[in-house]
Nanobody, 114 residues
Framework: QVQLVESGGGLVQPGESLRLSCAASGIIFSINDMGWFRQAPGKQRELVAAITSGGSTNYADSVKGRFIISRDNAKNTMYLQMNSLKPEDTAVYYC????????WGQGTQVTVSS
């Protein structure tokens, strides 16, 4: 059974940082492309960042220079370091894995507010 479990969300003030984690089980983590989507209330889900099995990364323009995606294949875990957070980063963040099938986590809430 495939499980992707996100953690690390919370309430922070603008300018602060958070690190999200996505722990995977039931997949061969190292061969999966991984990434993060987010969905804000009333908005479509959008791709935030992705990392391939080979370690190549890409980011949404809105987070370039502020967010860093990484993975630790030994721990079957992916991370999203989010710096200089803005109120517009408020959303539910979902991790996904993709190889021959796509799987999703349950989401973790990130709220940026003063």
């Amino acid at each position: 059974q495939v499980q992707l479990v996100e953690s690390g969300g919370g309430l922070v003030q603008p300018g602060e940082s958070l690190r999200l984690s996505c722990a995977a089980s039931g997949i061969i983590f190292s061969i999966n492309d991984m990434g993060w989507f987010r969905q804000a209330p009333g908005k479509q889900r959008e791709l935030v960042a992705a990392i391939t099995s080979g370690g190549s990364t890409n980011y949404a323009d809105s987070v370039k220079g502020r967010f860093i995606i990484s993975r630790d294949n030994a721990k079957n875990t992916m991370y999203l370091q989010m710096n200089s957070l803005k109120p517009e980063d408020t959303a539910v963040y979902y991790c996904f894995s993709n190889n021959r099938a796509t799987y999703w986590g349950q989401g973790t809430q990130v709220t940026v507010s003063s």
